[in-house]
């Protein structure tokens, strides 16, 4: 997953394999709703270490993964894919693939306008755009947490906050003044049991907030965090569950 651009995030492939495994794992519904068929050129957005664009490509499509994260692209080249060092508000390609699929990764890039008219650019006419990423009410306890945590250091992270969550009505708005038109977009709950402790996860997705808290500083703010996590997210049994929020959507270019 790429993120926005100076948006702070540096990505470890490995820790995120332990970690974050979930997140492709649970990619399974926007893949369907693209519906790859052999042949098609498919542009994977924030490809991440190319789990989900692999997938892709094993249906005959033609697929480059892009992500704005180094160790992200030679992870997904380790496996044997076209994967590309891009900015997602960058994009340089014309009018050259028949869909762009993106999984988890339109937050960090803000659902920025450069992206989205890159991703207009990108595609031939008539082309879809399908992705899944975070939308409105997504990890909301975790953020709450994150901002608490920071006012009582008299930080106001407001204005570097790394992700953005729109409506499916806001979001409608914004593709269709990239001219697109929403076929389907959908806000979906789903609560995800992490695969371990939420700590784990606090600092794998968590490191534009980390920056704001001084390196001695680290385990007290992740032991606070936790603290304030812990009677919401945390079952009697000592398992985590996050109350992820998915924006779906498959939307076509004219
Ligand atoms: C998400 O996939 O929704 C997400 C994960 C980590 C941080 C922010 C959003």
Redesign the pocket.
């Known amino acids: 997953?790429s993120q926005a651009p100076g948006g702070g995030q540096a990505w470890n492939p490995e820790g995120y394999a332990r970690h974050?495994r979930f997140?492709s794992d649970l990619g399974g519904p926007v893949v369907e709703l693209l519906a790859p068929t052999a042949g098609e050129r498919i542009l994977d957005l924030g490809c991440g270490d190319g789990a989900l664009t692999e997938q892709l490509a094993a249906t005959g499509a033609d697929v480059i993964g892009v992500d704005a994260s180094a160790p992200f692209v030679e992870a997904a080249q380790a496996r044997g894919l076209d994967a590309r060092l891009m900015d997602g508000g960058a994009l340089t390609f014309e009018a050259e693939f028949d869909a762009v699929f993106s999984n988890?990764a339109l937050?960090?890039m803000k659902y920025s306008e450069a992206m989205l008219a890159g991703v207009a650019r990108a595609l031939k006419p008539g082309g879809r755009f399908v992705a899944e990423?975070?939308g409105q009410g997504?990890?909301a306890a975790?953020r709450v947490a994150f901002l608490a945590a920071l006012a009582r250091r008299g930080i106001d992270p407001r204005a570097i906050e790394?992700?953005i969550?729109p409506s499916p009505a806001g979001f409608s708005r914004r593709l269709e003044a990239h001219g697109f038109t929403a076929e389907a977009i959908d806000l979906i709950p789903r609560p995800t049991t992490l695969p371990g402790h939420v700590a784990s996860?606090l600092r794998?997705?968590?490191g534009p907030y980390f920056e704001l808290v001084g390196p001695d500083e680290q385990d007290a703010f992740v032991a606070e965090l936790v603290d304030l996590l812990e009677p919401v997210l945390c079952d009697d049994a000592g398992e985590w569950t996050l109350d992820?929020?998915?924006l779906r959507f498959r939307a076509r270019l004219g």
């Open positions: 997953m974050a997140v988890a937050h960090w990423a975070g997504n990890i975790p790394p992700w969550f996860w794998t997705f968590g992820y929020v998915r």
